[in-house]
């Protein structure tokens, strides 16, 4: 029976192919941006999921009290996990990671990078977050003040394929050794890691690292199984209430901490301030998932509407099987299985396009995704289950409007405008309704962002910014002669301008918020142009520890 229910259904599609062209393109359209979608959304919601007992860990973060719209920062002071560890033993475990986003030099006998998005963390950090590596072990690794662990990458560039566990490298002219390399599967990870050496090798002073008011430090918590983080969090504020404020007595503490889930660093602290995780937005992962939704549903009342509109072509059809001694049941098994049928091809053809157009969607978000169906079986479980409930739900109304008809009036080709047909009209006028409703609010929609995108790309900004550079001075040779990079700025450029001095490392957030990375004294330089012409000037970096 249902060989012959789908042997029929490929005939009526193949006979009717402008039809069956509109509603496979329609859907097929429908469920490849719903999918695209659908794999953004996925890959947003996945971030930290891979850590181990990653719902115990939380990270520590601050609001300024006494503001109706109060700041967050993400930053807090060193003297957090300290007194995490030690007053509370709910803590098993606290993690320090120092806010700076400096590029370093390494070195590995002639080849020197510079190399972005290294880590200054406790020693504990393999503790908190048990990352695998390639090479090496998280045992030890930086315990000793040279330890450093590579990320793959890094590592390949320096050592190409070998094992460089126990090997020289110098960064900055500091000699370390490195004790491990991380695997390169870090892209769900809300940290950017290329290296990390311990906060030893910061050599702080210990009176700075009591310090209440030094905001530098990422700082996380792991929670012993069993305890309570809303509870943790209150036991915290009150701590802070009665022992640290009356100790500080003359300095004024604002800051109220709070803890908040790893699996909600990615999508939910992008309000934070001097936070340089990778960022998120849960509105964006909502209004998305609207969207698809709004698409999909389009893409199914497209295809009830179609297949309504060809209904009245089929009655004698349907009398001639109803004639034949064929049930309303079994009617509705035929147009069903065509409905389902013709769903497949859709999620088919969805499928062969979503593979063809995910590259692209990579290098537009900067992302990794995949969609391997042999390797994701929930996936492939997904788009059977997707092609039964579209199939079933989108064909059911036309099936019930079709099996309704009687064999009698349709035979005689009088006009079917009673029974079921003519009672529920309003339901396929009401989808029509629906359906181009929801089409100008999404096409309202994006033209509304596109007209806000393109406003940010062609502000005038008062300067040409094609014209404009800046990079660092690093090395005490360009430092020296900076006066003669200052008044000799190359052929062609005029001098004639006046000079902007930026602030790119300064001390925001008020009196007692000390922001910037403790390094050395780094000496930056500008490039400026109007009309042309360029103009150079220096933006001298904050001296060593950026404290009060």
């Known amino acids: 029976m249902f060989k012959n229910y789908f042997l029929v259904a490929y005939r009526n599609l193949i006979r009717h192919k402008g039809f069956s062209f509109l509603n496979i393109a329609g859907l097929a359209l429908g469920l490849t941006a719903c999918l695209l979608i659908g794999l953004f959304v996925y890959d947003e919601l996945q971030f930290d999921k891979f850590v181990p007992d990653g719902e115990r860990v939380y990270r ?32 098993e475990q606290t993690l320090r990671i120092l806010m700076q986003s400096t590029t370093n030099l390494l070195e590995v006998g002639d080849k020197k990078i510079y190399v972005e998005d290294g880590q200054i963390v406790d020693s504990t950090f393999f503790g908190v977050f048990p990352l695998a590596f390639k090479y090496g072990s998280a045992a030890g690794a930086l315990d000793a003040p040279t330890s450093i662990v590579l990320g793959e990458d890094v590592a390949r560039s320096f050592f190409g394929n070998e094992n460089p566990v126990g090997k020289a490298i110098k960064m900055n002219k500091s000699p370390f050794v490195v004790k491990g390399v991380l695997r390169n599967d870090l892209s769900k990870f809300h940290l950017k890691i ?8 910061a050599q702080l002073p210990a009176t ?17 199984p069993g305890a309570d983080a809303a509870q943790t969090q209150a036991k915290l504020q009150r701590y802070m209430v009665e022992k640290v404020k009356p100790a500080l007595k003359d300095e004024q503490m604002e800051d109220k901490p709070f803890l908040q889930p790893l699996h909600a660093i990615h999508l939910y602290s992008s309000t934070f301030k001097y936070d340089l995780t990778v960022k998120g937005n849960i509105t964006y992962v909502k209004a998305l998932s609207f969207i698809a939704g709004f698409i ?55 499928v062969v396009l979503t593979a063809l157009l995910l590259p692209s969607l990579n290098a537009f978000t900067g992302k990794t995704m995949t969609f391997d169906l042999l390797r994701n079986p929930a996936l492939l479980g997904m788009l059977v289950a997707l092609t039964l409930v579209v199939g079933l739900v989108a064909g059911f109304y ?13 035979l005689k080709s009088a006009v079917v405008t009673d029974g079921i047909f003519g009672r529920v009209q309003w339901l396929r006028h009401g989808l029509i309704v629906v359906q181009f409703a929801l089409s100008v609010f999404l096409i309202i929609c994006a033209i509304v962002v596109f007209r806000q ?9 008062g300067f040409n910014r094609d014209q404009i550079m800046f990079f660092p001075m690093r090395g005490d040779n360009m430092t020296k002669h900076y006066d003669a990079f200052k008044n000799e700025p190359g052929p062609g450029a005029r001098r004639g301008i006046g000079e902007h001095r930026l602030r790119l490392s300064g001390r925001p957030g008020g009196r007692r918020r000390h922001h910037g990375a403790h390094q050395r004294r780094d000496e930056r330089a500008s490039v400026y142009a109007a009309d042309g012409g360029l103009r150079l000037h220096q933006n001298p970096g904050p001296a060593a520890g950026g404290g009060p």
């Not at 030094?214 to 918590?221: A, G, I, N, R």
């Not at 995108?453 to 900004?461: A, F, P, R, S």
């Open 453 to 461: 995108v393109n406003y940010l790309h062609n502000k005038d900004l």
């Open 194 to 201: 290329n290296y990390l050496i311990p906060l030893a090798a």
């Open 398 to 410: 036309p099936a019930l409007v079709l099996s309704s008809f009687q064999p009698v009036k349709v």
């Open 60 to 91: 520590v973060y601050t609001e300024q009290a006494n503001k109706e719209l109060p700041d967050t920062y993400a930053p807090v002071s060193p003297a957090y996990a300290t007194t995490l560890k030690q007053e509370f033993p709910e803590v």
């Open 208 to 224: 700075r690292m009591k310090n209440w008011g030094w905001h530098q430090f990422f700082t996380y918590v792991k929670l012993r």
């Open 296 to 350: 999909l549903l389009i893409a199914g009342f497209n295809f009830v509407n179609l297949s309504t509109a060809k209904s009245m072509q089929r009655a004698k059809e349907v009398g001639i099987r109803k004639t034949i001694g064929a049930s309303r049941q079994q009617a509705m098994g035929q147009f069903l299985s065509e409905t389902v049928l013709l769903t497949l091809v859709s999620v088919v053809l969805a």
